[in-house]
């Protein structure tokens, strides 16, 4: 199944999926909707920061653990502010 990804924001919600029922998502379907890389998925499972649920010898993530990890991650005032410069600063750097 493929994976597409809207922004949404103006409606509060950070991405909408195409396929809303579908509960559990494979790492690659992860690493689209967060936009970044499989391996980045692995650091925040293996940091403790996102749940991974084991079916047989493949790794599945509820939909709802995804949302509640985009909500947790959620930066908003002066700690927005400050993780934008934040990456500002990367980007000149790099």
């Known amino acids: 199944m493929e994976l597409t990804l809207t922004s949404n924001t103006s409606k509060g919600n950070l991405f909408s999926m195409s396929n809303p029922e579908k509960e559990f998502l494979s ?3 992860v690493a689209e909707w ?3 890389s499989t391996a980045t998925i692995y650091k925040f499972v293996e940091k403790g920061d996102l749940p991974v649920y084991r ?3 493949i790794n599945k993530f509820r939909r709802s653990d995804i949302e509640e990890f ?11 502010v400050h993780a934008l ?10």
């Open 34 to 36: 967060l936009d970044v």
């Open 55 to 57: 079916l047989g010898r």
């Open 70 to 80: 985009i909500q947790k991650n959620k930066l908003v005032g002066v700690t927005a």
């Open 85 to 94: 410069k934040e990456d500002h600063s990367e980007e000149v750097k790099g």
């Open 27 to 29: 790492t690659s379907d």
